[in-house]
């Protein structure tokens, strides 16, 4: 449960895979965390991600919202292609190299990826919210431009990075979070800080 919404505030809702939930960091060190120091007085940020999910299960997440938390505006990080949703018995996460994806092509993860991208902005238009665009390791922003999404920049190439005004000893290494897998808090408080360069004047 929580309190009802504030007149003239709003819900940011954010979705992805495990690197926006999070996995391996504590709850103050993922890359929503640092988001949702943006603009508190007007906006709530809720993080939905989770580990394994697919662009399929993203959606499913983000119309399971329409009723319940009601978004203002909706921030997709998007995971890699190649996975899928399949439902058995129950709905069932399955990663790009599981064995019943053995006949899914990059082409076919490609127009997977943009039926998706195209759920999202059609529920975006019907519920008149704002959407953002981002991606956790791939970047496949050529295919969505015209679109707010964060081009170039992903959670995973974010770092290690060189800035000559602030550095005297380069990074060389990536920031690995405790699972030893996933991307560590560095990579995460990059990546926010990009993402609030290109769009915190749009988050309000």
């Not at 007085?41 to 939905?48: C, K, V």
């Not at 909706?74 to 129950?90: A, D, M, N, Q, T």
């Not at 808090?185 to 800080?193: L, P, S, T, V």
Request: charged share 25%.
């Amino acid at each position: 449960s929580w309190d009802p919404m504030p007149e003239g505030k709003k819900n940011v809702v954010v979705l992805g895979c495990s690197h926006t939930y999070g996995v391996g960091l504590e709850d103050d060190q993922h890359w929503v965390h640092f988001l949702s120091q943006h603009n508190t007085a007007r906006l709530r940020y809720w993080n939905l991600g989770q580990p394994g999910a697919s662009a399929d299960k993203i959606v499913r997440i983000l119309y399971g919202t329409e009723q319940v938390l009601y978004p203002n505006i909706i921030i997709v990080c998007w995971p890699f292609w190649g996975r899928r949703e399949k439902l058995h018995s129950y709905a069932q996460s399955l990663t790009s190299d599981d064995g019943e994806l053995k006949n899914e092509t990059d082409e076919t993860d490609k127009h997977n990826f943009l039926k998706n991208v195209f759920f999202v902005e059609k529920f975006a238009e019907k519920n008149r919210c704002q959407t953002f665009h981002c991606f956790a390791q791939d970047p496949y922003h050529e295919h969505i431009k015209g679109l707010n999404v964060l081009e170039h920049y992903t959670i995973k190439n974010c770092w290690p990075y060189w800035d000559k005004f602030q550095q005297r000893v380069p990074y060389n290494e990536p920031s690995l979070a405790s699972d030893g897998e996933h991307y560590g808090i560095e990579h995460h408080e990059r990546f926010a800080k990009l993402f609030l360069e290109h769009f915190g004047a749009k988050l309000r």
